[in-house]
């Protein structure tokens, strides 16, 4: 098993691919939904990847559950691995969109060996607003449904059941934050040297930023 970059035979490109880029709690997932919607890119999460990988028990997913058991970031060439199986199933004539690949330098190299890179849509949102979004959250543990303390108040019949996440701490979310600026704010520079970065203020509601994306997908079009 592969767990570094390696020479590896590069498949035909992906045309049309966009990578979202932001912190945590920047509102990733909720936008490439959104995105994926109007522009019919499908959406790639890393993510989702390694959990449908392990439930399904592949050589790949077994591989990334002994490091994920062990609280091990999952390597590089796992990950790696898992897009580009993932991708030989796709109709990448649509496009893809990726949300939470890349995070790192390397790994943003890598990716631009299997497809071609049309945009980086970078969400700006500064910490402390994304430590307000998150450590405020509360599920309803009988229905998923997510609430938030000032933003999206609860029904008062339900107050007492609501649960904070575990990981929706402020000291968990500082902790992140400071990965996210370690590792992954690099790649900021990194697409705006290739000229494939376009930024949105993320601090707008959720239908502006996603005015805001849809405007800076339509003028890199042009």
Partial sequence: ???????????????????????????????????????????????????????????????????????????????????????????????????????????????????????????????????ERIVGRRMDPQTGEIYHVIHKPPPVSIVGRLIQRRDDTEETVRTRLSTYHEQTAPLVDHFSSLGLLRCVDGGQNIDQVHVDLLAAMKEESR
Avoid: W
């Avoid at 989702?48 to 028990?57: C, E, K, T, Y």
């Avoid at 796992?78 to 199933?89: D, M, R, V």
């Avoid at 990448?92 to 980086?120: N, S």
């Fill in 1 to 131: 098993m592969r767990n570094d970059f390696e020479a590896r035979p590069v498949p035909p490109p992906v045309h049309g691919s966009v990578i979202l880029l932001g912190p945590p709690g920047a509102g990733k997932g909720t936008q490439a939904t959104r995105l994926s919607e109007v522009s019919g890119r499908i959406i790639l999460s890393t993510g989702d990847l390694l959990r449908a990988s392990v439930a399904a028990d592949t050589e790949l997913g077994r591989a990334a559950k002994g490091y994920m058991d062990a609280g091990e970031l999952v390597p590089d060439g796992l990950i790696l691995g898992l897009i580009e199986a993932h991708l030989s199933t796709l109709d990448t004539d649509q496009g893809i969109l990726f949300d939470g690949f890349p995070r790192t330098i390397p790994q943003a190299e890598a990716l631009t060996a299997l497809c071609h890179i049309e945009m980086v849509l970078c969400i700006e949102v500064i910490d402390d607003a994304i430590v």
